[in-house]
């Protein structure tokens, strides 16, 4: 039987399943699979964290060193955030330049930081015009089950979180000093399957959806950004049900994300 029909009958099984209110592997329409975060992977990092949703995995890396502040913004430090995704982690990724998905993850999850004011980049300012702090939120996908943008999300906010100024390395002060993260911003995936809008999509689930919409939200109760993927569309009504899940969901994940831990 070839891929195309395989992948068909699969997508047929997955609506009909959403369209009496199941899921694959059990889960209801509003239920995130087991999620986990472990702090300071890697301990030649300036920040770490592994986290995971289901079997997704994903690993992200703090690097902190002086640079120059960008000429529009010479008081403010820079902020890059990068995701690669690597192929032994998905069939579907391939070696080479960045794939869409990969500079889509990146992207989304530098918005979310960036509109939360997560970090006060003037903070990082050294000397203004001369010397800031570049900080490097580097984001490696190790295992795709579904719902990168999520897991990718909790892995990058959990180790900026834990992440430190490396003052003393580069003598900049005379002691190294947490970096500070002023909110925790947690972006939560909705996608549509037929009629049904389920949140934490799987791979399967993923490549059966017709809409893809990912909601980031912080502590302070504001919805900082928004992604639409696929083709399929969301009513007023529909985006307000899942912008009010995204809240019930983000205040527990942004637990984990603090202080590590499972949920």
């Not at 209110?21 to 975060?37: F, H, L, N, T």
């Not at 930081?113 to 010397?131: F, N, S, W, Y």
């Not at 939120?137 to 719902?147: A, P, T």
């Not at 947490?178 to 049904?196: K, N």
Request: glycine residues 8%; hydrophobic residues 40%; proline residues 6%.
């Amino acid at each position: 039987m070839s891929e195309e029909i395989t992948a068909d009958i699969l997508t047929t099984h997955i609506l009909d399943l959403a369209a009496s209110g199941k899921r694959m592997d059990g889960r209801s329409a509003d239920q995130y699979r087991p999620v986990s975060v472990e702090i300071g992977f890697v301990t030649t990092a300036d920040g770490s964290a592994l986290a995971r949703i289901g079997d997704t995995t994903v690993l992200s890396g703090i690097k902190l060193e002086p640079g120059k502040p960008f000429p529009d913004t010479p008081n403010a430090g820079v902020l890059t955030t990068n995701a690669e995704l690597i192929p032994l982690s998905s069939p579907t990724f391939e070696p080479g330049p960045p794939q869409p998905w990969a500079i889509e993850v990146s992207r989304v999850v530098d918005r979310a930081i960036r509109a939360a004011e997560a970090i006060d980049l003037t903070k990082l300012c050294v000397t203004p015009g001369e010397k800031t702090w570049v900080c490097y939120v580097d984001i490696h996908v190790l295992d795709h089950s579904g719902n990168l943008i999520d897991a990718a999300m909790l892995a990058g906010i959990s180790a900026l979180h834990h992440a430190i100024l490396p003052s003393k390395r580069f003598g900049i002060g005379e002691a190294d000093t947490p970096l500070d993260v002023q909110h925790t911003p947690i972006e939560c995936t909705f996608v549509r399957l037929g009629d049904a809008i389920v949140v934490d999509p799987s791979f399967e689930e993923e490549r059966a959806a017709q809409g893809r919409l990912t909601v980031a939200t912080d502590e302070t109760g504001r919805v900082v950004a928004m992604q639409k993927g696929l083709v399929g569309a969301f009513s007023p009504d529909d985006i307000r049900a899942t912008v009010e899940r995204a809240f019930h969901h983000g205040d527990r994940l942004r637990t984990v994300a603090r202080k590590g831990g499972t949920l």
